[in-house]
T-cell receptor
Framework: KAGVTQTPRYLIKTRGQQVTLSCSPI?????VSWYQQTPGQGLQFLFE???????NKGNFPGRFSGRQFSNSRSEMNVSTLELGDSALYLC?????????????FGPGTRLTVL | AQSVTQLDSHVSVSEGTPVLLRCNYS??????LFWYVQHPNKGLQLLLK??????LVKGINGFEAEFKKSETSFHLTKPSAHMSDAAEYFC???????????????FGRGTQLTVWP
């Protein structure tokens, strides 16, 4: 079974631009969660989608948004990029996002904002 | 509220010696607990998970962890370290099925394990 895939793997953008990251979950998984990883803040939860609906959201500004498609693939978008948005963005999928369901992580997208 | 504290940001051991990575958690509800490992430039890989079954949990690559409710701890151990174990390890807590927690994991700050030859 194929794992979680994320595209692109690396991105370089400049301040003020916007960016879209993509995540394809494991086949059959309906929950997709997004995390931001930085040296200073560690791993922080962005949001979770299930059946095309955002069920849960972390404490990030409205510049961070996402969506999920009917095939469970998910995208996240960051508008008006800031230098502090430079991070590794990780996507994870699980069967239903319940507490006992393990999450399977993709390799991440490394975003650099100049 | 949920939180995870990894007591050591760095641990160094010699190859062949035991490994102990410490983790304490707080959770308002019955938690699920996980240990994930992250090798450089790689995603997170699940080592093991506790979901209210046996308190001693065995994982991959010889790792195990013991859930101690009275101490709110979930320490990760391995009897004999290998060079390939060098990586960053994350203790993670998840809660059961409350709306505000669905799909959400709470991560510790990580412990960087160095293994000397």
């Amino acid at each position: 079974k194929a794992g979680v895939t994320q595209t692109p793997r690396y991105l370089i953008k400049t301040r003020g631009q916007q960016v879209t990251l993509s995540c394809s979950p494991i086949s059959g998984h309906r929950s997709v969660s997004w995390y931001q990883q930085t040296p200073g803040q560690g791993l922080q939860f962005l949001f979770e989608y299930f059946s095309e609906t955002q069920r849960n959201k972390g404490n990030f500004p409205g510049r961070f948004s996402g969506r999920q498609f009917s095939n469970s693939r998910s995208e996240m978008n960051v508008s008006t990029l800031e230098l502090g948005d430079s991070a590794l963005y990780l996507c994870a999928s699980s069967l239903e996002g319940r507490g006992f369901h393990e999450q399977f992580f993709g390799p991440g997208t490394r975003l650099t904002v100049l | 509220a949920q939180s995870v504290t990894q007591l050591d940001s760095h641990v160094s051991v010699s190859e062949g010696t035991p490994v102990l990575l410490r983790c304490n958690y707080s959770s308002s509800y019955s938690p699920s607990l996980f240990w994930y490992v992250q090798h450089p430039n790689k995603g997170l890989q699940l080592l093991l998970k506790y979901t209210s079954a046996a308190t001693l949990v065995k994982g991959i690559n010889g790792f195990e962890a013991e859930f101690k409710k009275s101490e709110t701890s979930f320490h990760l151990t391995k009897p004999s370290a290998h060079m390939s174990d060098a990586a960053e390890y994350f203790c993670v807590v998840s809660e059961l099925d409350r709306g505000s927690t669905l799909g959400r994991l709470y991560f510790g700050r990580g412990t960087q394990l160095t293994v000397w030859p």
